[in-house]
């Protein structure tokens, strides 16, 4: 069993920024791909942005990158997402996933190929 616990997410302005933490537990999940994805109230969960256990790239969902990035410190068994010039629709809960298969696939932009979720962090942009 893989524990991810996201923190990070709170009120802000349009335009400002905004990191995301994931903690990923035990120390086995450096293994595995760490991606975020985002639900609005009313909508499907979406894929925001994966790193793969390598994390020699990173994958975006659509029109994000430029604004997203991921990152991730094997060392603190940590993801981030750092999000610039917020939007308010860029309102959602954030969700932190893993999948132990560990590398970047054609499903890997579908929630229901990852394994392990954290319980969501709240980010609400305000016009």
């Known amino acids: ?17 905004l990191r995301l ?9 450096v293994g595995y791909t760490m991606a975020w994805f985002r639900q609005a109230p009313g909508k499907e969960r979406e894929f925001v942005a994966a790193l793969t256990r390598s994390a020699s790239k990173p994958y975006y969902g659509d029109s994000l990158e430029g604004r997203f990035a991921i990152s991730r410190d094997h060392a603190q ?3 981030y997402l750092q999000m610039n010039s917020l939007k308010p629709e860029d309102t959602a809960v954030y969700y932190c996933a893993a999948d132990n298969r ?9 929630p229901g190929v990852y394994n392990h979720w954290g319980q969501g962090t709240q980010v609400t942009v305000s016009s």
């Open 77 to 79: 068994n940590t993801v």
């Open 21 to 29: 933490s994931c903690t990923a537990s035990p120390r086995a999940a």
């Open 102 to 110: 560990g590398g970047f696939y054609d499903d890997s932009r579908r």
């Open 1 to 17: 069993q893989v524990d991810l616990v996201e923190s990070g997410g709170r009120l802000v302005q349009a335009g400002e920024s």
